[in-house]
């Protein structure tokens, strides 16, 4: 697929709660196809500390506003300084990078699981899955109600569980013990979040028989495949999560 290096122009940058911000981004020319699981690779200039660029999942595009949506976590000097930017600065955005979720067959029962910033691509993946008349299961994870973000978003594409380590919102507790995995049986499961979640979530699918895909945020630096910082051992040797993930399917993880 081809890579593209734009200076998209931010049309919003809305605050979700002290941690989290949502950025869109566009610019005049109608933006390159994404798919659900590629993420882009952002400049953060003006500073030595983010002299490497920062990937950063696709939460959504919205082709009637040719928009692209990034779901961001406030961690560190560029995700912050990020936070700070105004409505109408560019960004100089290096996408679509890295591979995508696979296809389901048609009439499968899909649950996508995402955990904290995990549940960024997992809205692109659910808006896809729905264009083509399949309604996944969303099961969110976070610490507490107000960490659990974009619930109306996902509400269009399909029916929408939750858990929260508190309490305070859906069951208590992990997504790995959501009732709805004890249940219903699941054709399919797709998952991005922390890495303990996705192991447990990888083994109850492995238990069951279900095919699962997991997409990893290993640490990266180029994120095109040349420095090898994001490497991932798999059943096959060593992979660049960069170019042959993010997406992978979990039976192949060694992990
Ligand atoms: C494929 C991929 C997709 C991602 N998607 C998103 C997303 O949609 N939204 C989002 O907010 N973040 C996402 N991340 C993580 C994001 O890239 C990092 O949080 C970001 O690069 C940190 O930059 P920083 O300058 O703010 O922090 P830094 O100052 O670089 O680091 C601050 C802290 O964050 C930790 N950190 C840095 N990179 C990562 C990482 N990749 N994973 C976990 N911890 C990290 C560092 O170890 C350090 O403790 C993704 C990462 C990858 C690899
Ligand atoms: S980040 Fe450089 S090879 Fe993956």
């Not at 994404?34 to 920062?54: C, K, N, W, Y």
């Not at 979720?101 to 910033?117: H, T």
């Not at 013990?177 to 979040?193: A, K, M, P, W, Y």
């Not at 996705?198 to 492995?206: F, I, L, P």
Request: charged content about 20%; aromatic content about 8%; overall charge negative.
């Amino acid at each position: 697929m081809k890579k593209y290096q734009h200076d998209l122009i931010i049309t919003a940058n809305e605050t979700l709660n002290n941690q989290y911000f949502l950025l869109k981004l566009t610019q005049s020319e109608p933006l390159p196809e994404m798919q659900p699981g590629q993420f882009v690779q952002l400049l953060i200039e003006d500073s030595a500390q983010t002299f490497l660029r920062r990937p950063i999942s696709i939460n959504f595009v919205d082709k009637a506003k040719n928009e692209l949506w990034l779901l961001i976590q406030k961690v560190g000097n560029g995700t912050r300084k990020l936070a700070e930017y105004q409505v109408g600065r560019a960004i100089n955005v290096l996408y679509p990078l890295g591979n995508s979720f696979s296809e389901p067959l048609p009439q499968q029962k899909i649950l996508l699981v995402g955990g904290g910033v995990g549940t960024a691509p997992m809205l692109m993946l659910g808006a896809s899955l729905k264009a083509k008349d399949i309604e996944p299961t969303f099961l969110l994870g976070a610490r507490s109600a107000g960490d659990l973000l974009q619930l109306n978003e996902f509400e269009k594409y399909g029916r929408v569980l939750t858990t929260t380590e508190d309490g305070s919102q859906g069951e208590h507790g992990f997504v790995i013990q959501h009732s709805v995995l004890q249940n219903e049986q699941f054709d399919r499961i797709c998952t991005c979040g922390p890495t303990p979640m996705m192991k447990a979530v990888a083994a109850y699918a492995a238990q069951r028989g279900i095919y699962c895909e997991v997409s990893l945020e290993n640490t990266m630096a180029c994120g095109i495949g040349a420095c090898l910082c994001c490497v991932q051992d798999t059943v096959d040797g060593h992979r660049c999560v960069c170019t042959d993930g993010p997406v992978f399917d979990a039976k192949e993880l060694k992990w």
